[in-house]
């Protein structure tokens, strides 16, 4: 399924209806360019959308180039035009093909297409065999406490975000829609994986069930 197609949106929609269906969507991305280190010269972005995310981490590396993979060529074609020359972008998805070799991968509300634990546990092995030493994983996504209580308050708080602009109804029926597709692993078992896929990680941003986490390389 192609992200509008996903999202029940039209493509040139997607820069502004992301931020109405995201809160805080600005500030994680800041957050997570920030966390790329400044001498990185290959950055991989998997799942790169329209290349938000990627386009703040050239500038903060200001030297590197990106790898921008997705399985959708409309919305890769968004990302090239926004990311010029220092980008290569590949029409394929980063589930079931190789990753190429680079110091830092970055993943903005993709990896939540990995429909099982045991497959997102061997998309992290993947990922820590092509980065180099010290390599660096960040990740962008809703990663929802493990605990119901503080679940169901964050899922209140994403629904009262999206009724800003939306009707109750269909702020309900937009995460309905996507949870028939987006798996939202809680934040620890998340980081458990990482773990045992051979990184050290960082909570560096968290807000409701949204997070920022840093994974580098042992």
Known sequence: ???AAHLGIRLSEYDARIRTFIPD???MLDVAAAVVPPQAR???DLG???GALAARCLKSARNARVIALDVDPDILALASRRLGDRATTITRS???SALPRCDVMVASFALHHVRTRSAKAGLYRRIHDALGVRGRLVIVDCEPSGDAVQRRAQREAWLAHLRRTYSGARARGLLRAWSREDIYVP???ELALLDRS???TEVVWRRGGFAVIS???R
């Open 1 to 3: 399924m192609s992200v």
């Open 25 to 27: 969507y600005e500030e």
């Open 42 to 44: 290959v950055i991989v």
């Open 48 to 50: 790169v959308g329209t």
């Open 94 to 96: 980063f589930l079931r």
């Open 187 to 189: 934040l620890g078992a």
């Open 198 to 200: 051979g990184f050290g």
């Open 215 to 217: 994974a580098e390389r």
